[in-house]
């Protein structure tokens, strides 16, 4: 008990992106709220990370009784920026702020191989100095269009096109493990179960 749990979230432009009129920056932060919640109850300290281009939120994890009230606080009224996400800086603001070690839940979002081997360098670095996990999206509507039945030359090609970008997401996974860092690849609606889960995994193991 008492560990240190920091939720990050990425406010970049690539948490812009909707599903069921929710944003993915919408689905963090609710998941945050949730996961935050749960590692209170279970005796840990909850902090806060938002970042972008700059940082945004630095709450730093704290087990009072107003925590949960202060993180809700600051997640009010978060937006998303037309920015790429600074993982230099995150890592730096990290290196600087966060003295103990702690689990971090990093809520992110990548698109491409090339997005994340930009930030792999200071996920690695975070990774040696905490316990990192990084969580990021699959998209749902991408799903339904690869295991649609096709009926036109249209369809296969949606359907193909969908099963490349998916079996791209699945690659960065296997890329970040493969760096040694934990991954939570999810759907948006299965996000908070998943998150917590993987928390509850790290608990049972002893990690944190």
């Not at 107003?66 to 937006?79: P, S, T």
């Not at 037309?82 to 992110?108: A, C, D, M, P």
């Not at 969908?162 to 493990?177: D, M, N, T, V």
């Amino acid at each position: 008990k008492s560990q240190s749990v920091y939720c990050i979230i990425d406010k970049s432009r690539s948490m812009q992106m909707e599903f069921d009129d929710l944003s993915l920056l919408d689905y963090a932060i609710n998941s945050s709220l949730v996961f935050s919640n749960i590692a209170l109850k279970k005796g840990d300290k909850a902090g806060l990370i938002t970042y972008s281009d700059k940082i945004g939120t630095l709450l730093p994890a704290e087990r009072s009784s107003g925590q949960m009230r202060r993180i809700q606080n600051a997640l009010y009224n978060q937006k998303t920026h037309f920015k790429e996400g600074n993982y230099e800086l995150l890592f730096q603001t990290i290196r600087r702020k966060v003295r103990t070690r702690s689990l971090l839940i990093l809520y992110t979002n990548f698109e491409t191989e090339f997005a994340m081997r930009r930030a792999i360098p200071y996920l690695r670095k975070l990774n040696k100095q905490h316990i990192l996990v990084v969580v990021f999206f699959q998209n749902s509507e991408l799903q339904e269009l690869a295991f649609q039945e096709s009926k036109t030359i249209h369809d296969v090609y949606q359907s193909t096109v969908a099963e490349k970008l998916i079996s791209i997401k699945s690659k960065i996974a296997r890329e970040l493990k493969q760096n040694g860092i934990q991954t939570v690849l999810t759907f948006p609606d299965e996000l908070s179960i998943d998150t917590i889960n993987k928390y509850l995994e790290l608990k049972a193991k002893g990690s944190i």
